[in-house]
Nanobody
Framework: QVHLVESGGGLVQAGGSLRLSCAAS????????MGWYRQAPGKQRELVAV???????HYADSVKGRFTISRGNAQNTVYLQMTSLKPGDTAVYYC?????????WGKGAQVTVSS
């Protein structure tokens, strides 16, 4: 019973910053890979950023240079620092963890960027 919980969403103006957090509970093992996805109205869910246990990262082209993903010392926490936000970043952001081939998802956090 792995549960992921996001926090830190909200409403910001274009050019602003926001930091999302995700914490996993109900598991003793360290999650292999953690990442952030987002889904905008009328669009499919897409990858935003991912980080492995070893610290390697991958970003969607649309957020490179603006977003930074990182893991906490506990390894079952993950953060997404978002800067220079654009209205196009408006979406529900989901935390995802992968452990032994199984995927676990959070409920999502709304991020709204106004112009």
């Amino acid at each position: 019973q792995v549960h992921l919980v996001e926090s830190g969403g909200g409403l910001v103006q274009a050019g602003g910053s926001l930091r999302l957090s995700c914490a996993a509970s109900g598991i003793i093992f360290s999650i292999d890979v953690m990442g952030w996805y987002r889904q905008a109205p009328g669009k499919q869910r897409e990858l935003v950023a991912v980080v492995s246990r070893g610290g390697s990262t991958h970003y969607a082209d649309s957020v490179k240079g603006r977003f930074t993903i990182s893991r906490g010392n506990a390894q079952n926490t993950v953060y997404l620092q978002m800067t220079s936000l654009k209205p196009g970043d408006t979406a529900v952001y989901y935390c995802r963890g992968t452990l032994q081939g199984n995927d676990y998802w959070g409920k999502g956090a709304q991020v709204t960027v106004s112009s």
